[in-house]
């Protein structure tokens, strides 16, 4: 008797992650974790969920680190790690204990994909591995009078190469090391290789598996979204937030400051490197936990994830509507109104909702619109009024901003949405509404519903 709600719990799983699934099939993802994580006792679980996604039909591009090992390495040579603005100086001398120490741990990495997973859910299904010189790089220089020495920084990714891989199935891994031209090594910083090679393959999501899980707020409350402008604002604040404490820890030397600054860079770096990913082109960067068991399957195919979405979606202009909106809002929804897919509303009627409306602006014209109406009592909310302009139809926009209003309507603690359609019916239930009868609706709703214009009533729980 005890068994049925565990099955009725994995099955409800499954047909919720179904839906990721799909979409992340054949998709480029770059997953950047640290030294630090292969160091780990739970590094294995870590890369069981790799092959996990591989297996699921997912393009993988692996970037490591080596930030430990290296430090490992050079202690017991008894060569002194020194950092500026928390980069590493790599003298001449030190490459090749910086070059053995990353060798081995791209050999742990390539051995532990290769060797089948024994014990787990993946056993015997070993990953074709590929390292490469897939990264020119250049010297950091100097700057502010240090000189960086062999510490260098990423000049270009041969994407081409990497791509081809990639269609074979292969998951391409990449080391925090770049060559020049001239044949020399450089020592790069890792989460720098992995932004830069998510944005010269236009990957779909780039993934930092980091030592804390995402962003926080003042209050240490994590930030699950953020679009551009978002992060750039948490950006700008918590700038100058780490250089007041780090005033303060050059007055006086306390380890727990001291350890909530580095905790503060690391996030702050993490944002940076996101926030340049989105501007170039990288769609969804996400930021999470190695600590938590399973948090890379969690972010990627459960709705809310487990850390902080970064998303360039937004950045094109993605916010609330107002008042001086009413005649883009009009312009989009009027072609649609003729056509009997929008129920037609005055522009009286549109001030007054005007609150409720989500746009989408693209150099000053409204390409997207939606609406959102809650009805407390019940705990439910409309979405009404989606309309993606039809040059854009094609671009993932009408999607974008579903998810956009879903994220509202759990934010106000809402437990269900529905919508009214008379034509669009699929396109809902491609993504997770379901066929619900007009009883279902809202009193409020429920007393002003069209029989003549007989809409589909489509719902969803969230």
Not at 124 to 135: H, P
Not at 338 to 349: A, H, I, P, Y
Not at 371 to 385: G, P, V
């Amino acid at each position: 008797m005890k068994k049925q709600p565990d099955n009725h719990q994995y099955i409800n799983w499954f047909r919720h992650s179904a839906p990721y699934i799909r979409a992340l099939r054949r998709r480029t993802l770059v997953i950047l974790f640290g030294g630090e994580a292969v160091i780990s006792a739970d590094f294995a679980r870590l890369i069981h969920d790799i092959a996990l996604l591989g297996s699921l039909g997912v393009r993988i591009v692996l970037v490591h680190g080596a930030r430990p090992q290296i430090k490992q390495q050079l202690d017991t040579l008894g060569l002194n790690s020194e950092f500026a603005r928390h980069l590493r100086i790599t003298p001449k001398a030190h490459m090749p204990a910086v070059k053995q120490a990353i060798g081995q741990v791209r050999s742990q990495i390539e051995a532990m994909l290769s060797m089948g997973l024994p014990n787990t859910p993946m056993a015997g299904a070993s990953v074709r591995v590929v390292s490469g010189n897939f990264v020119t790089a250049q010297p950091y220089g100097v700057r502010d009078g240090v000189d960086y020495a062999r510490t260098g920084k990423v000049r270009h990714i041969d994407a081409t190469s990497i791509k081809q891989q990639l269609k074979l199935d292969n998951v391409v891994l990449i080391s925090p090391l770049g060559y020049s031209s001239t044949g020399e090594v450089f020592n790069l910083r890792a989460e720098d290789v992995a932004t830069e090679t998510a944005i010269a393959l236009s990957a779909d999501k780039l993934v930092f598996i980091m030592e804390n899980n995402g962003v926080y707020d003042e209050n240490q409350q994590l930030l699950q979204q953020l679009n551009l402008p978002q992060a750039e604002h948490w950006l700008s604040l918590h700038g100058k937030d780490r250089q007041s404490k780090n005033n303060k820890l050059s007055e006086n030397n306390n380890l727990t400051t001291q350890s909530h600054v580095t905790q503060l860079h690391l996030m702050q770096s993490h944002l940076n490197n996101a926030a340049r990913a989105c501007r170039s082109g990288v769609r969804r960067v996400h930021l999470i936990s190695r600590k938590i068991d399973g948090a890379l399957l969690l972010e990627l195919y459960t709705r809310d994830g487990i850390g902080t979405l970064v998303t360039a979606d937004n950045y094109e202009g993605l916010r609330m509507a107002d008042i001086d909106d009413i005649g883009g809002i009009m312009k989009l929804i009027s072609p649609l109104e003729e056509k009997g897919v929008l129920v037609k509303r005055s522009r009286e009627q549109l001030e007054l909702d005007i609150d409720h409306f989500t746009v989408i602006e693209r150099d000053g014209m409204i390409i997207a619109c939606a609406a959102l109406f809650t009805f407390e009592q019940s705990l439910t909310a409309e979405l009404a009024c989606l309309a993606v302009h039809k040059n854009y139809a094609q671009h993932g926009r009408g999607s974008d901003l579903l998810q956009h209003i879903e994220w509202q309507t759990r934010k106000k603690h809402m437990k269900k949405l529905f919508t009214l359609t008379t034509q669009t019916m699929h396109w809902f239930i491609e993504r997770g509404f379901n066929e619900c009868r007009i009883k279902d609706l809202p009193m409020e709703k429920k007393s002003l519903y069209n029989w003549q214009r007989n809409s589909k009533v489509l719902c969803k729980s969230l």
